[in-house]
Structures are given as structure tokens and as C-alpha cells.
């Protein structure tokens, strides 16, 4: 069973729309963190989260938020998508203090 | 600041050779260590990692990595690669417990066979 689950797997987007994506780990973990891949850049850290906390944010843009609903919950929220939002975010979580991080499968978004 | 270099794009290897992946970071002291992998259109799978003790850590698949701290490096090696090792490997650092991992950029494995 898969123990971190990404939804939607795809998503195709129009520019200037608003989408979420869904993260649930099922690993007991306390702390989730979102990650983006892109060409441009090979894996780029955006947010980490601990009990539900923000503890780091490396998003320049207020347009990528993320929401945790649960302890096991880690949506991310982002509006106004552009062309360049186009990669694949990858959610991932730890036990905390944070150790070794497993990642899920993965969200390619594409904005036309 | 804190950095993970891993100063091989892409490496070529045959399909039984040896292979050396090669990763160096800056921190002074002794960080938390892994070593991912990821394969096409998949998510990043934890091969191994070092948090104290023995210098050489065994992962899944045959690979392990050896820390070195006077060299700053945690190379990953396998003894003999097979063409299913096709993938990106990604060093990490966790220099102070953080919730930020300081990731390399990753080398992609090609198997010839």
C-alpha cells in the first residue's frame, strides 16, 4: 500500500487559474515538507511543516500555500498558476526531529 | 553558506563495472548524510544514510557510501552496476537537525551494456 498518496497524479492547468494539490502520508510522521522538480532546477525545496507548523518557507511567492488540515495532511494551494509553475511537486514527510525523508510519488502540473 | 556538490552530471558506466558517484559538502562539522534515487517519472527513494558510528553505510541494492570527514564526502559506490541502476542519484545533508535538507544536483546514471 502505498504510504504517501499524491492526488492528482496529472493536472493541466489554464494560466491565471487556481488548483490544489493533495498530500496524505500514512507513515506517522509529524513533520511533511513540498518539493518541486522542474528542467530548470533538479529538486527545489518549498515549505516544511512540523504538528501542523510552517517551520521553513523557501517560496518566494505568496501564491503557493500550503494547508494542513491534519497531522497527516499537506495540501498545497496555488492561484494565479503561470507557464513557469510547470513541474512535478513532490510531497514528502519525516519522523521529527527530522531524519531521513520519504518522498510520494509525485503531482506534474502543467499550465497552458 | 551550506552547499552539496556533486561535480558529475551525468556518468556513463558498463553494465557490470564498478561505479563511484561522487559527493562533497560544506559544513564543519558531522552532518546527517543521504543518499536518493530516482528513477523515471517516479519519486525519490532513500538508498542509504549516515548519522554516526561506521563510516560505511550499506544501502538497498548493494550500494553503500563511505563518509569521509577529512574530505568532506560521502561517495556512493556499488561493486558491479546492472542496466536496472539507470537513474538520478541525489546527495542530501541535514547539517543541524534542520527541516531544510540541503540537496546536490544530482547525477544521472547511464548503464551501457
Known amino acids: 500500500d502505498p504510504k504517501i498518496i499524491q492526488k492528482p497524479k496529472y493536472l493541466v492547468a489554464v494560466t491565471g487559474s487556481e488548483k490544489i494539490l493533495i498530500c496524505e502520508q500514512y507513515l506517522g510522521h509529524n513533520a511533511m515538507y513540498w518539493y518541486r522538480q522542474s528542467a530548470k532546477k533538479p529538486l527545489e525545496f518549498m515549505f516544511s511543516y512540523s504538528y501542523q507548523k510552517l517551520m521553513d518557507n523557501q517560496t518566494a511567492s505568496s501564491r503557493f500555500q500550503p494547508q494542513s488540515s491534519k497531522k497527516n495532511h499537506l495540501d498545497l494551494q496555488i492561484t494565479a498558476l503561470k507557464p513557469d509553475d510547470s513541474a512535478t511537486y513532490f510531497c514528502?514527510?519525516?519522523?521529527?526531529?527530522?531524519?531521513?525523508?520519504?518522498f510520494g510519488p509525485g503531482t506534474r502540473l502543467t499550465v497552458l | 553558506a551550506q552547499s552539496v556538490t556533486q561535480p558529475d552530471a551525468r556518468v556513463t558506466v558498463s553494465e557490470g563495472a564498478s561505479l563511484q558517484l561522487r559527493c562533497k559538502y560544506s559544513?564543519?562539522?558531522?552532518?546527517?548524510l543521504f543518499w536518493y534515487v530516482q528513477y523515471p517519472r517516479q519519486g525519490l527513494q532513500l538508498l542509504l544514510k549516515?548519522?554516526?558510528?561506521d563510516p560505511v553505510v550499506q544501502g538497498v541494492n548493494g550500494f553503500e557510501a563511505e563518509f569521509i570527514k577529512s574530505n568532506s564526502s560521502f561517495h556512493l559506490r556499488k561493486a558491479s552496476v546492472h542496466w536496472s541502476d539507470s537513474a538520478v542519484y541525489f546527495c542530501a545533508v541535514n547539517p543541524d537537525s534542520n527541516y531544510q535538507l540541503i540537496w546536490g544536483s544530482g547525477t544521472k546514471l547511464i548503464i551501457k551494456p
Open positions: 514528502a514527510s519525516s519522523q521529527d526531529p527530522p531524519y531521513e525523508q520519504y
Open positions: 559544513y564543519s562539522g558531522t552532518p546527517y
Open positions: 549516515y548519522y554516526s558510528g
